[in-house]
Protein backbone atom coordinates (compact mmCIF):
# COMPACT_ATOMS: atom_id res chain seq x y z
CA UNK A 1 0.00 0.00 0.00
CA UNK A 2 1.78 3.78 -0.63
CA UNK A 3 0.71 6.65 1.04
CA UNK A 4 1.70 10.09 -0.17
CA UNK A 5 1.65 13.78 1.71
CA UNK A 6 -0.40 16.59 0.12
CA UNK A 7 -0.60 19.80 1.41
CA UNK A 8 -2.77 20.28 -2.06
CA UNK A 9 -5.74 22.53 -1.23
CA UNK A 10 -8.98 21.16 -2.38
CA UNK A 11 -10.53 21.34 -5.84
CA UNK A 12 -14.01 22.25 -5.87
CA UNK A 13 -15.93 20.68 -9.17
CA UNK A 14 -19.98 21.60 -9.98
CA UNK A 15 -22.02 18.86 -9.64
CA UNK A 16 -25.92 18.04 -9.65
CA UNK A 17 -25.29 15.00 -7.87
CA UNK A 18 -24.10 16.53 -4.51
CA UNK A 19 -26.14 19.31 -3.32
CA UNK A 20 -24.72 18.85 0.06
CA UNK A 21 -21.55 20.03 -0.96
CA UNK A 22 -22.51 23.21 -3.11
CA UNK A 23 -24.21 24.71 -0.12
CA UNK A 24 -21.52 23.56 2.00
CA UNK A 25 -19.34 25.39 0.12
CA UNK A 26 -21.69 28.49 0.23
CA UNK A 27 -21.50 28.26 3.84
CA UNK A 28 -17.91 29.11 3.88
CA UNK A 29 -17.83 31.67 1.45
CA UNK A 30 -19.13 34.10 4.14
CA UNK A 31 -16.56 32.61 6.82
CA UNK A 32 -13.43 33.01 4.49
CA UNK A 33 -14.46 36.54 3.76
CA UNK A 34 -14.78 37.14 7.69
CA UNK A 35 -11.41 35.71 8.01
CA UNK A 36 -9.94 38.06 5.33
CA UNK A 37 -12.17 41.19 7.06
CA UNK A 38 -10.52 40.40 10.12
CA UNK A 39 -6.84 40.07 9.02
CA UNK A 40 -6.97 43.18 6.67
CA UNK A 41 -8.12 45.45 9.75
CA UNK A 42 -5.39 43.62 11.84
CA UNK A 43 -3.19 44.60 9.39
CA UNK A 44 -4.81 48.37 9.24
CA UNK A 45 -3.83 48.64 13.08
CA UNK A 46 -1.06 47.06 13.19
CA UNK A 47 0.45 49.46 10.02
CA UNK A 48 -1.34 52.40 11.92
CA UNK A 49 1.19 51.06 15.27
CA UNK A 50 3.81 50.71 12.90
CA UNK A 51 3.46 54.80 11.66
CA UNK A 52 3.15 55.49 15.45
CA UNK A 53 6.47 53.70 16.13
CA UNK A 54 8.22 55.42 13.27
CA UNK A 55 7.23 58.85 14.80
CA UNK A 56 8.35 58.14 17.88
CA UNK A 57 11.61 57.07 16.39
CA UNK A 58 12.06 60.68 14.36
CA UNK A 59 11.25 62.60 17.52
CA UNK A 60 14.46 60.29 18.76
CA UNK A 61 16.09 61.38 16.50
CA UNK A 62 15.20 65.03 15.65
CA UNK A 63 13.86 65.76 19.08
CA UNK A 64 16.68 65.53 21.25
CA UNK A 65 19.52 67.76 20.79
CA UNK A 66 22.06 66.56 18.69
CA UNK A 67 24.98 64.91 20.16
CA UNK A 68 23.16 63.84 23.72
CA UNK A 69 22.58 60.39 25.18
CA UNK A 70 19.03 60.66 24.49
CA UNK A 71 19.33 61.30 21.27
CA UNK A 72 18.86 58.24 18.12
CA UNK A 73 21.61 58.57 15.18
CA UNK A 74 20.39 59.35 12.28
CA UNK A 75 22.03 55.74 10.63
CA UNK A 76 19.71 54.28 14.08
CA UNK A 77 16.54 55.75 13.12
CA UNK A 78 16.80 54.63 9.69
CA UNK A 79 17.70 50.86 10.52
CA UNK A 80 14.65 50.85 13.27
CA UNK A 81 12.32 52.34 10.22
CA UNK A 82 13.54 49.20 8.06
CA UNK A 83 13.22 47.24 10.72
CA UNK A 84 10.27 47.38 11.88
CA UNK A 85 8.67 47.61 8.13
CA UNK A 86 10.03 44.11 7.66
CA UNK A 87 8.46 43.16 10.49
CA UNK A 88 5.13 43.98 9.58
CA UNK A 89 5.47 42.36 5.90
CA UNK A 90 6.84 39.59 7.68
CA UNK A 91 3.36 39.11 9.84
CA UNK A 92 0.93 40.36 7.26
CA UNK A 93 2.33 40.58 3.72
CA UNK A 94 1.96 37.29 1.62
CA UNK A 95 5.48 37.93 0.45
CA UNK A 96 7.83 35.31 0.96
CA UNK A 97 10.26 35.87 4.30
CA UNK A 98 13.52 35.98 2.52
CA UNK A 99 12.35 38.34 0.06
CA UNK A 100 11.61 40.86 2.65
CA UNK A 101 14.66 39.85 4.64
CA UNK A 102 16.44 40.46 1.58
CA UNK A 103 15.21 43.80 0.51
CA UNK A 104 15.35 45.37 3.77
CA UNK A 105 19.29 44.35 4.18
CA UNK A 106 19.50 46.23 0.14
CA UNK A 107 18.02 48.87 1.56
CA UNK A 108 20.40 49.41 4.56
CA UNK A 109 22.89 49.15 1.65
CA UNK A 110 21.19 51.96 -0.61
CA UNK A 111 21.01 54.22 2.51
CA UNK A 112 24.76 53.88 3.56
CA UNK A 113 23.69 52.42 6.80
CA UNK A 114 25.73 49.27 5.91
CA UNK A 115 28.75 49.01 4.02
CA UNK A 116 28.24 46.63 0.82
CA UNK A 117 30.95 44.20 2.00
CA UNK A 118 28.94 43.70 5.29
CA UNK A 119 25.71 41.97 3.11
CA UNK A 120 28.01 39.76 1.02
CA UNK A 121 30.26 38.20 3.20
CA UNK A 122 27.49 37.48 5.73
CA UNK A 123 26.51 34.74 2.98
CA UNK A 124 30.18 33.47 3.64
CA UNK A 125 29.83 33.38 7.52
CA UNK A 126 31.00 30.25 9.15
CA UNK A 127 27.46 29.50 10.13
CA UNK A 128 26.29 29.48 6.53
CA UNK A 129 28.80 26.90 5.93
CA UNK A 130 28.37 24.64 8.62
CA UNK A 131 24.80 24.52 8.00
CA UNK A 132 25.12 24.29 3.77
CA UNK A 133 27.24 21.35 4.70
CA UNK A 134 25.00 19.76 7.51
CA UNK A 135 22.26 19.93 5.08
CA UNK A 136 24.15 17.88 2.44
CA UNK A 137 25.01 15.13 5.31
CA UNK A 138 21.25 14.89 6.50
CA UNK A 139 20.90 14.31 2.50
CA UNK A 140 23.00 11.17 1.98
CA UNK A 141 22.03 9.97 5.35
CA UNK A 142 18.14 9.84 4.15
CA UNK A 143 19.03 8.21 1.15
CA UNK A 144 20.03 5.41 2.97
CA UNK A 145 17.26 4.56 5.09
CA UNK A 146 18.86 4.26 8.25
CA UNK A 147 17.14 6.56 10.12
CA UNK A 148 13.37 5.20 9.30
CA UNK A 149 14.80 1.67 9.86
CA UNK A 150 16.07 2.51 13.51
CA UNK A 151 13.49 4.39 14.59
CA UNK A 152 10.95 1.07 12.98
CA UNK A 153 12.93 -1.16 14.92
CA UNK A 154 12.90 1.17 18.45
CA UNK A 155 9.50 1.92 18.33
CA UNK A 156 8.62 -1.58 17.74
CA UNK A 157 9.71 -2.37 21.47
CA UNK A 158 7.06 -0.57 22.81
CA UNK A 159 4.15 -3.13 24.90
CA UNK A 160 1.61 -0.20 25.73
CA UNK A 161 0.37 3.39 24.05
CA UNK A 162 2.89 5.27 26.70
CA UNK A 163 6.07 3.23 25.74
CA UNK A 164 5.53 3.86 22.44
CA UNK A 165 4.97 7.49 22.89
CA UNK A 166 8.27 7.94 24.89
CA UNK A 167 10.32 5.61 22.45
CA UNK A 168 9.02 8.07 20.05
CA UNK A 169 9.86 10.64 21.88
CA UNK A 170 13.81 9.62 22.11
CA UNK A 171 13.87 8.69 18.81
CA UNK A 172 12.68 12.18 17.52
CA UNK A 173 15.14 13.94 20.33
CA UNK A 174 18.32 11.67 18.49
CA UNK A 175 17.47 13.35 14.89
CA UNK A 176 18.25 16.96 16.27
CA UNK A 177 21.78 15.69 15.76
CA UNK A 178 21.47 14.50 12.17
CA UNK A 179 19.29 16.83 10.46
CA UNK A 180 19.64 20.49 10.90
CA UNK A 181 16.30 21.55 10.20
CA UNK A 182 12.67 21.00 11.90
CA UNK A 183 11.24 20.41 8.43
CA UNK A 184 13.46 18.46 7.59
CA UNK A 185 13.25 16.31 10.14
CA UNK A 186 9.40 16.61 10.01
CA UNK A 187 9.58 15.16 6.53
CA UNK A 188 11.82 12.15 7.39
CA UNK A 189 9.44 11.37 10.96
CA UNK A 190 6.12 11.24 8.08
CA UNK A 191 6.81 7.59 6.52
CA UNK A 192 7.41 6.21 10.20
CA UNK A 193 4.04 8.10 11.56
CA UNK A 194 1.88 6.44 8.71
CA UNK A 195 3.18 3.34 9.08
CA UNK A 196 2.44 3.37 12.85
CA UNK A 197 -1.31 4.85 11.94
CA UNK A 198 -2.16 2.57 9.13
CA UNK A 199 -1.09 -0.52 12.03
CA UNK A 200 -3.02 1.60 14.89
CA UNK A 201 -6.18 2.38 13.27
CA UNK A 202 -7.94 0.73 15.13
CA UNK A 203 -7.05 2.73 17.89
CA UNK A 204 -8.09 6.80 16.51
CA UNK A 205 -7.23 8.15 20.04
CA UNK A 206 -3.66 6.55 20.12
CA UNK A 207 -3.17 7.82 16.29
CA UNK A 208 -4.21 11.35 17.45
CA UNK A 209 -1.76 11.51 20.03
CA UNK A 210 0.86 10.24 17.97
CA UNK A 211 0.17 12.97 15.50
CA UNK A 212 0.62 15.56 17.82
CA UNK A 213 3.85 14.34 19.91
CA UNK A 214 5.37 13.98 16.29
CA UNK A 215 5.57 17.60 15.52
CA UNK A 216 5.70 18.75 19.24
CA UNK A 217 8.37 16.86 19.94
CA UNK A 218 10.25 18.09 16.73
CA UNK A 219 9.61 21.43 17.45
CA UNK A 220 10.41 21.41 20.99
CA UNK A 221 13.86 19.24 20.74
CA UNK A 222 15.14 21.39 18.46
CA UNK A 223 16.98 23.48 20.93
CA UNK A 224 19.60 20.11 22.02
CA UNK A 225 21.34 21.15 18.79
CA UNK A 226 23.64 24.18 17.95
CA UNK A 227 21.98 23.01 14.16
CA UNK A 228 18.72 22.42 15.41
CA UNK A 229 17.13 25.43 14.13
CA UNK A 230 18.88 28.35 12.00
CA UNK A 231 17.65 30.70 14.95
CA UNK A 232 20.51 29.11 17.11
CA UNK A 233 22.64 30.04 14.26
CA UNK A 234 21.44 33.50 14.21
CA UNK A 235 21.42 33.95 18.26
CA UNK A 236 25.25 33.11 18.34
CA UNK A 237 26.12 34.93 15.80
CA UNK A 238 24.36 37.94 16.99
CA UNK A 239 26.24 37.65 20.55
CA UNK A 240 29.55 37.60 18.65
CA UNK A 241 28.50 40.56 16.68
CA UNK A 242 27.62 42.47 19.70
CA UNK A 243 30.93 41.82 21.60
CA UNK A 244 30.01 38.54 23.66
CA UNK A 245 31.44 35.04 23.08
CA UNK A 246 29.50 33.10 21.21
CA UNK A 247 28.30 28.91 21.44
CA UNK A 248 30.19 26.04 20.09
CA UNK A 249 27.85 22.87 19.44
CA UNK A 250 29.44 21.12 22.86
CA UNK A 251 28.39 24.25 24.75
CA UNK A 252 24.77 24.26 23.28
CA UNK A 253 24.56 20.60 23.64
CA UNK A 254 25.44 20.80 27.14
CA UNK A 255 22.82 23.66 28.02
CA UNK A 256 20.29 22.33 24.85
CA UNK A 257 19.83 19.01 25.41
CA UNK A 258 18.33 18.69 29.06
CA UNK A 259 15.91 20.81 28.16
CA UNK A 260 15.30 19.33 25.16
CA UNK A 261 15.36 15.97 26.90
CA UNK A 262 12.80 17.49 29.91
CA UNK A 263 10.35 19.27 27.82
CA UNK A 264 10.05 16.53 24.82
CA UNK A 265 8.72 13.86 27.24
CA UNK A 266 6.75 16.64 29.66
CA UNK A 267 5.08 17.28 26.05
CA UNK A 268 4.37 13.56 25.56
CA UNK A 269 2.54 13.19 28.78
CA UNK A 270 0.54 16.01 28.45
CA UNK A 271 -0.37 14.85 24.77
CA UNK A 272 -1.30 11.29 26.20
CA UNK A 273 -2.94 13.22 29.36
CA UNK A 274 -4.97 15.44 27.20
CA UNK A 275 -5.63 13.20 24.01
CA UNK A 276 -6.24 8.99 25.18
CA UNK A 277 -8.37 7.84 28.00
CA UNK A 278 -7.42 5.96 30.98
CA UNK A 279 -8.35 2.83 29.28
CA UNK A 280 -6.36 3.95 26.01
CA UNK A 281 -3.26 3.96 28.02
CA UNK A 282 -3.62 0.57 30.04
CA UNK A 283 -4.36 -1.45 27.07
CA UNK A 284 -1.68 -3.67 26.07
CA UNK A 285 -0.21 -2.69 22.14
CA UNK A 286 1.52 -4.72 20.47
CA UNK A 287 3.87 -3.07 17.08
CA UNK A 288 6.13 -5.47 15.06
CA UNK A 289 8.49 -4.97 12.63
CA UNK A 290 6.72 -6.69 10.00
CA UNK A 291 3.21 -4.82 10.62
CA UNK A 292 5.29 -1.76 10.04
CA UNK A 293 7.17 -3.03 7.40
CA UNK A 294 3.68 -3.63 5.36
CA UNK A 295 3.34 0.11 5.10
CA UNK A 296 6.86 1.43 5.07
CA UNK A 297 8.70 1.67 1.68
CA UNK A 298 11.89 1.55 3.31
CA UNK A 299 13.43 -2.62 3.87
CA UNK A 300 13.40 -2.82 8.21
CA UNK A 301 14.39 -6.03 8.31
CA UNK A 302 18.01 -7.96 7.41
CA UNK A 303 21.49 -6.67 7.99
CA UNK A 304 22.45 -2.96 7.96
CA UNK A 305 23.70 -2.43 4.13
CA UNK A 306 26.90 -1.14 3.58
CA UNK A 307 25.16 2.34 3.07
CA UNK A 308 23.56 2.53 6.19
CA UNK A 309 26.60 1.41 8.16
CA UNK A 310 29.03 3.86 6.80
CA UNK A 311 26.06 6.63 7.52
CA UNK A 312 26.12 5.71 11.25
CA UNK A 313 29.24 5.67 11.36
CA UNK A 314 30.06 8.84 9.42
CA UNK A 315 27.12 10.62 11.70
CA UNK A 316 28.85 9.62 15.17
CA UNK A 317 32.03 10.73 13.50
CA UNK A 318 30.82 13.74 12.86
CA UNK A 319 28.82 14.58 16.57
CA UNK A 320 32.28 13.63 17.87
CA UNK A 321 34.46 15.80 16.29
CA UNK A 322 31.85 18.48 16.77
CA UNK A 323 32.09 17.71 20.75
CA UNK A 324 35.52 17.58 21.09
CA UNK A 325 36.90 20.68 19.31
CA UNK A 326 38.53 21.99 21.81
CA UNK A 327 40.69 19.45 21.90
CA UNK A 328 41.43 19.17 17.98
CA UNK A 329 40.69 22.86 16.97
CA UNK A 330 38.94 21.71 14.05
CA UNK A 331 36.64 24.41 13.16
CA UNK A 332 32.88 22.73 13.38
CA UNK A 333 32.05 24.07 9.80
CA UNK A 334 35.15 22.24 8.33
CA UNK A 335 34.27 18.86 10.29
CA UNK A 336 30.97 19.32 8.32
CA UNK A 337 32.34 20.17 5.36
CA UNK A 338 34.61 16.93 5.32
CA UNK A 339 31.51 14.89 6.76
CA UNK A 340 29.40 16.28 3.55
CA UNK A 341 32.56 15.30 0.90
CA UNK A 342 32.83 11.97 2.21
CA UNK A 343 28.94 11.29 1.94
CA UNK A 344 29.21 12.88 -1.46
CA UNK A 345 32.20 10.75 -2.52
CA UNK A 346 31.69 8.15 -5.27
CA UNK A 347 33.23 5.56 -3.47
CA UNK A 348 31.78 5.89 -0.26
CA UNK A 349 28.55 8.02 -0.25
CA UNK A 350 25.11 7.09 -0.88
CA UNK A 351 24.46 10.01 -3.16
CA UNK A 352 26.08 12.43 -5.59
CA UNK A 353 27.28 15.90 -4.51
CA UNK A 354 24.91 17.76 -6.97
CA UNK A 355 21.75 15.69 -5.92
CA UNK A 356 22.69 16.51 -2.26
CA UNK A 357 23.23 20.10 -3.25
CA UNK A 358 19.72 19.97 -4.68
CA UNK A 359 17.63 18.97 -1.37
CA UNK A 360 20.01 22.11 0.46
CA UNK A 361 17.01 24.67 1.20
CA UNK A 362 19.10 27.77 -0.58
CA UNK A 363 16.32 30.26 0.39
CA UNK A 364 16.44 29.32 4.24
CA UNK A 365 20.22 30.07 3.80
CA UNK A 366 19.88 33.24 1.75
CA UNK A 367 17.24 34.17 4.56
CA UNK A 368 19.87 33.73 7.50
CA UNK A 369 22.31 35.76 5.59
CA UNK A 370 20.25 38.77 5.20
CA UNK A 371 18.84 38.81 8.79
CA UNK A 372 22.69 38.83 10.02
CA UNK A 373 23.09 41.48 8.49
CA UNK A 374 20.18 42.94 9.87
CA UNK A 375 21.07 42.59 13.19
CA UNK A 376 24.28 43.78 12.79
CA UNK A 377 22.85 46.90 11.48
CA UNK A 378 20.89 46.90 14.50
CA UNK A 379 23.71 47.12 16.51
CA UNK A 380 26.58 49.17 14.48
CA UNK A 381 24.31 52.04 13.96
CA UNK A 382 22.49 52.38 17.52
CA UNK A 383 19.64 51.50 17.47
CA UNK A 384 19.48 48.66 19.15
CA UNK A 385 21.39 50.66 22.23
CA UNK A 386 18.72 53.44 22.03
CA UNK A 387 15.78 51.14 21.72
CA UNK A 388 16.93 49.29 24.82
CA UNK A 389 17.91 52.38 27.14
CA UNK A 390 14.08 53.77 26.18
CA UNK A 391 11.93 50.39 27.00
CA UNK A 392 14.71 49.85 29.80
CA UNK A 393 13.79 53.19 32.22
CA UNK A 394 10.73 51.29 33.53
CA UNK A 395 12.11 48.11 34.60
CA UNK A 396 15.41 49.57 36.11
CA UNK A 397 13.06 51.22 38.07
CA UNK A 398 11.71 48.01 40.13
CA UNK A 399 15.58 47.67 41.78
CA UNK A 400 16.62 44.32 42.99
CA UNK A 401 13.69 42.74 41.25
CA UNK A 402 14.19 44.14 37.58
CA UNK A 403 16.63 41.29 36.35
CA UNK A 404 14.09 38.95 36.99
CA UNK A 405 11.03 40.30 35.91
CA UNK A 406 13.65 41.41 32.78
CA UNK A 407 13.81 37.53 32.49
CA UNK A 408 9.97 36.55 32.64
CA UNK A 409 8.98 38.76 30.17
CA UNK A 410 11.69 37.68 27.82
CA UNK A 411 11.02 34.32 27.63
CA UNK A 412 7.06 35.07 28.01
CA UNK A 413 7.44 37.37 24.81
CA UNK A 414 9.11 34.53 23.39
CA UNK A 415 6.89 32.02 23.22
CA UNK A 416 4.52 34.23 22.18
CA UNK A 417 5.93 35.80 19.11
CA UNK A 418 4.99 32.76 17.41
CA UNK A 419 1.29 34.05 16.78
CA UNK A 420 2.86 36.96 14.58
CA UNK A 421 6.49 35.77 13.27
CA UNK A 422 6.07 32.45 12.18
CA UNK A 423 9.46 32.16 10.96
CA UNK A 424 11.82 30.62 14.22
CA UNK A 425 14.78 32.66 12.55
CA UNK A 426 12.82 35.51 12.28
CA UNK A 427 11.84 35.85 15.74
CA UNK A 428 16.02 35.56 16.83
CA UNK A 429 16.64 38.31 14.37
CA UNK A 430 13.94 40.68 15.91
CA UNK A 431 14.37 39.70 19.64
CA UNK A 432 17.87 38.51 20.03
CA UNK A 433 19.93 42.51 19.30
CA UNK A 434 17.19 44.10 21.61
CA UNK A 435 17.61 41.80 24.06
CA UNK A 436 21.50 41.48 24.23
CA UNK A 437 21.22 45.40 24.31
CA UNK A 438 19.07 45.47 27.26
CA UNK A 439 20.39 42.90 29.45
CA UNK A 440 23.43 44.86 30.85
CA UNK A 441 21.12 47.34 32.00
CA UNK A 442 19.77 45.10 35.07
CA UNK A 443 22.59 43.24 35.50
CA UNK A 444 21.48 40.23 33.11
CA UNK A 445 24.28 37.82 31.54
CA UNK A 446 23.55 38.52 28.04
CA UNK A 447 24.44 34.98 26.62
CA UNK A 448 22.42 33.43 29.20
CA UNK A 449 19.36 35.65 28.69
CA UNK A 450 19.87 35.00 24.58
CA UNK A 451 20.12 31.26 24.90
CA UNK A 452 16.87 31.37 27.49
CA UNK A 453 15.30 33.69 24.99
CA UNK A 454 15.88 30.99 21.53
CA UNK A 455 14.45 28.49 23.66
CA UNK A 456 11.43 29.40 24.63
CA UNK A 457 10.59 30.34 20.97
CA UNK A 458 10.92 26.49 20.63
CA UNK A 459 7.50 26.68 21.36
CA UNK A 460 5.33 27.54 18.41
CA UNK A 461 2.17 24.65 18.21
CA UNK A 462 -0.44 27.02 18.60
CA UNK A 463 -1.70 27.37 14.65
CA UNK A 464 -1.05 25.14 12.08
CA UNK A 465 0.77 28.07 9.98
CA UNK A 466 3.35 28.63 13.27
CA UNK A 467 5.72 26.25 12.37
CA UNK A 468 6.02 23.98 9.38
CA UNK A 469 6.11 20.71 11.24
CA UNK A 470 2.72 21.31 13.00
CA UNK A 471 1.65 22.07 9.10
CA UNK A 472 2.92 19.07 7.55
CA UNK A 473 1.42 16.57 10.13
CA UNK A 474 -2.18 18.69 10.07
CA UNK A 475 -3.13 17.19 6.31
CA UNK A 476 -1.46 13.50 5.85
CA UNK A 477 -3.18 11.88 2.87
CA UNK A 478 -5.24 8.48 4.31
CA UNK A 479 -4.34 9.65 7.99
CA UNK A 480 -6.95 11.01 10.08
CA UNK A 481 -4.83 13.88 12.43
CA UNK A 482 -5.52 16.69 14.51
CA UNK A 483 -7.85 20.05 13.75
CA UNK A 484 -7.17 23.66 14.93
CA UNK A 485 -9.09 23.00 18.47
CA UNK A 486 -6.87 19.77 18.88
CA UNK A 487 -3.28 22.38 18.60
CA UNK A 488 -5.01 25.30 20.94
CA UNK A 489 -6.03 22.81 23.70
CA UNK A 490 -2.67 21.16 23.77
CA UNK A 491 -0.92 24.97 23.50
CA UNK A 492 -3.07 26.07 26.10
CA UNK A 493 -1.59 23.77 28.56
CA UNK A 494 1.85 23.57 27.46
CA UNK A 495 2.38 27.20 26.81
CA UNK A 496 2.49 28.23 30.61
CA UNK A 497 4.43 24.92 30.95
CA UNK A 498 7.14 26.03 28.23
CA UNK A 499 7.17 29.10 29.78
CA UNK A 500 7.98 27.71 33.67
CA UNK A 501 10.31 24.76 32.61
CA UNK A 502 12.51 27.57 30.56
CA UNK A 503 12.60 30.07 33.74
CA UNK A 504 13.30 27.03 35.83
CA UNK A 505 16.48 26.08 33.52
CA UNK A 506 17.51 30.04 33.33
CA UNK A 507 17.34 30.69 37.07
CA UNK A 508 18.73 27.93 38.65
CA UNK A 509 19.90 24.86 36.39
CA UNK A 510 21.82 26.64 33.88
CA UNK A 511 23.42 28.71 36.23
CA UNK A 512 24.63 25.68 38.04
CA UNK A 513 25.94 24.27 34.68
CA UNK A 514 28.20 27.20 34.32
CA UNK A 515 25.90 29.71 32.41
CA UNK A 516 25.02 32.38 35.13
CA UNK A 517 22.08 34.24 34.39
CA UNK A 518 23.27 37.72 36.59
CA UNK A 519 26.16 39.33 36.17
Excluded at 105 to 127: C, I, N, Q, R
Excluded at 147 to 157: H, N
Excluded at 398 to 408: C, E, H, K, M, Y
Amino acid sequence: MSTKLTNQAPVFRYSTAAPQEAEAGAKAQPKARAGFTRRRSASLVAALILAAFLGWCAVGAFGASSGSPEALPAQGALTLAVFAAAIWLWIFSPVGDTYVALGAALVLVLMGVLPEAELFSSLGEDTIWLLLAAFVIAAGITATGLATRAAAWIVAGARSPRQLVHLTTGVLVATAFAVPSTSGRAALAIPVFIALAKVLNSRPRVVLALSLVFPSVILLSAVASYLGAGAHLITSQILTTSGYEGFSFAGWLLYGLPLAFVSSHLCAELVLWLFTRASDRKQHLSVTIEQLQEHSPVPLTGPLSVGQSRAALLICAVVVLWCTEPLHHLHPAIVALLGSLLVASPGFGAVGLSKALKAVPWSMLIFMAATLTLGTALASSGAAHWLARSVLAPVEQLGAAAGWVFTVLVVVLSAAAHLVIQSRSARSAVLIPLVVSLAPGVGVNAVAIAFASTAAAGFCHTLTSSAKPVNLFSDIEGVDTYKPADLLRLSAVLGPVMVALVLVFAFWIWPAMGLPLFL
